[in-house]
């Protein structure tokens, strides 16, 4: 793993000292601007510095763009190594968030369909969310040490654990949308016999199910912001108020999305105003995130989970821009659609990295605890309640 | 049963999770102060749990090859090599070896001096580069006449013979281990109830239970269970729980040479961890601290505390450790108000009819 991350560091290293030979503390720190291990621990690189290494390009970017508002935050570590754990999740798991998402968004916008009507909207809606809801599983399953037991998830249900609710939610969805998606195949069955009694029984069943799903779909859109949230990831856990919101409004654009791309322009009037409360609620979470946690909204401005987070941005903005202005377009709607869509994508896969960066870094773990102990200090609290000593009193 | 502290806060876990009559709950307390980083430790533990190797590293830091916890590691000695204040960066316990002799650091003085006696074997490890080391040896001042002091054990207990000199530059040693937290976010995060608390209070994963989903690894605050590869489940310190089950002391602290590892209830512990701390400020080791021990902290206190000799961080503990579910009710809240905003803009959307 060391060597790996070594050759991972940037050749261009002449404007740091040179980080070897120096039998060293066998800390890392991030000092002052011009401090003696401002650049490197001898541990090999410190952590924080190799998330901003791993990418050439970002390092220039950081030079002249936000780095430098922030005064290099001073820590010690063990070598450099992350404190936390970061997530063995590949990226199954925020592929799951978005066709999790999708499918949530896709039972909305069949069950508003139906209800108003929308013959389009309905049947686009019910056979993502199927669709979605296959990838979801299978995301889930392929992500598992042991995927032979995932039933093992239904032995208990546990409110303390956010996936165990999510897979109930997750169950209890599949089964009203799979029976809502069934019961689009309803017409193409034979009128008689027991298939004829399934072509009747079905659409009521449908019907059902389509509403169940859609009163499962916002829980199961926004409980995957609160399994991630429910980590010592740092900046996963920080962001916790905003990150419901950046799902659900993923989540009802990529909806939108489905219905921009399905359904033809006199039926696509609701996917509209759902693209834009959408795309306006995944950009004001996104916002938040990016900006309220202070040093933990770091990693979703950085490297690639920035220019994931940024390109998200765009795609969200031009989706719904175009869902306003392409009404009389069926390709612009499309297009539009497929924005929104491939928007979602980039909003999960970004928050998703940004977590992951911050436990890679001890930083992210370890000054804003300092910070903390030392703000409980500074209103009178108990001096150190994690130590007993004089030592902690200095804090 | 549940009770208004089950997620945060202090309260004995073994009776929250619902045990009548559970046993006194019973920990570690690690002293790092004796702590002589001989690793008798991991390789008891390796070797009574049957855990397999975590690959055969050099690491090239210190010491320590191991790294850290992980799933294959459940003991880990951390090894710091720290010069002091006053000669670069180091401690922030200034003053702690004021009293002790200066000069150039003997590490550097002895790799020169060694790297000259040995026959020429071509390569000079631990003197890069050679030729400026060798060059450098003529500009620090040669070593004070008589024996030089190697930092090699003593022939004899220590106090009997004169104290060696001391340098300017100390070592850190600390048997790591999983802390046994009293709110445990491995365990409330466990979708598939693989972990559980024992009727010691201690957290076990069964592993014929464990699917591999992962959930616990991002949970610690700590960062100490991991997924072991190739196998795809979450493996940890179990405390021994099949030692200490039948009376017996778990494997670590039995090897621990110097009862640098202590093993007991915790109460009893937490005691003698405070009579150990005073006496060692009444030696004048003040940059002693306990780590853990109180369950006022963010997790409720740990099973298994430790007595440090500088900053949680420089071991690579967390300074400021809170359990993730201590917020789960308010990241609940705000979902669901996420999840009612969602329905809004549905109704709100679909509110006229074609």
Partial sequence: MRPREEAERPRDESLSPPPAGRPGSGLARDEAPGGPLRAEAPGGPAAGRATRDRDGRRRRGDRDGDRPMVPPAEFRSYYGRPVVKAPVWHHDIPA?????GLAAGSALLAAGGDATGRAALRRAGRVTALGALAASTYFLIHDLGRPERFLNMLRVAKPTSPMSMGIWILSAFGTAA????????????????????????????GTAGQYGAAVAAPALATYTAVLLADTATPSWHAAYPELPFVFAGSTLASGAGVGLIAAPADQ?????????????????????????????????REGRPGRLLRTGRALTAAGAAGALLGRRSRALSALSGLSLLAASVCTRFGIFEGGVASARDPKYTVVPQRERLASQVGNGAVAGRKETGPAAAGH | MAGPNSLYGPVDPAPDAGYVDAPPRVGFFTDTSVCIGCKACEVACKEWNLIPDDGFNLLGTSYDNTGGLTANSWRHVAFIEQPTAGRGAGTDSPGAFAAMPVGPPASAQTAVVAAGTAPDTGTEPGVPPAVDALAAAGTIAPPATGPQFLGMPLPDLPGRMMDAPRSDF??????????????????????????????????VVQEDICNGCGYCIPACPYGVIDRREGDGRAWKCTMCYDRIGDGLTPACAKAC?????????????????????????????????????????????????FLLLDEPEVYGLPPDPVVCTRDLPAMW??????????????????????
């Avoid at chain 2, 979708?191 to 024992?198: A, E, K, W, Y």
């Avoid at chain 2, 109180?294 to 740990?302: K, L, N």
């Avoid at chain 2, 809240?333 to 006229?352: C, D, E, I, Q, T």
């Fill in chain 1, 178 to 205: 799979g029976a809502a998606a069934a019961a689009e195949a309803a017409p193409l069955l034979p009128e008689r016999g027991i298939p004829g009694l399934a072509r009747k029984l079905l659409p009521p069943i």
């Fill in chain 2, 333 to 354: 809240k705000r979902a669901g108000w996420a999840a009612l905003a969602m329905a809004a803009a549905v109704v709100v959307s679909f509110g006229r009819r074609p």
């Fill in chain 1, 96 to 100: 799951y968030l978005f066709t999790g």
């Fill in chain 2, 170 to 203: 100390r070592w850190l040693m600390m048997s790591n281990v999983c802390k046994h937290c009293t709110h445990a976010a491995c365990l409330d995060v466990c979708p598939t109830g693989s972990l559980f608390r024992t009727e010691f209070g201690t957290v």
């Fill in chain 2, 257 to 305: 040479p110097t009862e640098s590892i202590q093993f007991g209830e915790l109460d009893e512990l937490r005691a003698r961890a405070e009579r150990r701390l005073e006496s060692l400020h009444e030696q004048g080791e003040t940059s002693a601290r306990l780590y853990g021990n109180s369950p006022d902290d963010g997790v409720g206190g740990d099973g298994a505390f």
């Fill in chain 1, 268 to 300: 696509a009037g609701p996917a509209r105003r759902l693209a834009v409360f959408g795309a306006a609620l995944e950009l004001y979470g996104a916002r938040r995130v990016e900006t309220t946690t202070g040093m933990l909204s770091e990693p979703y």
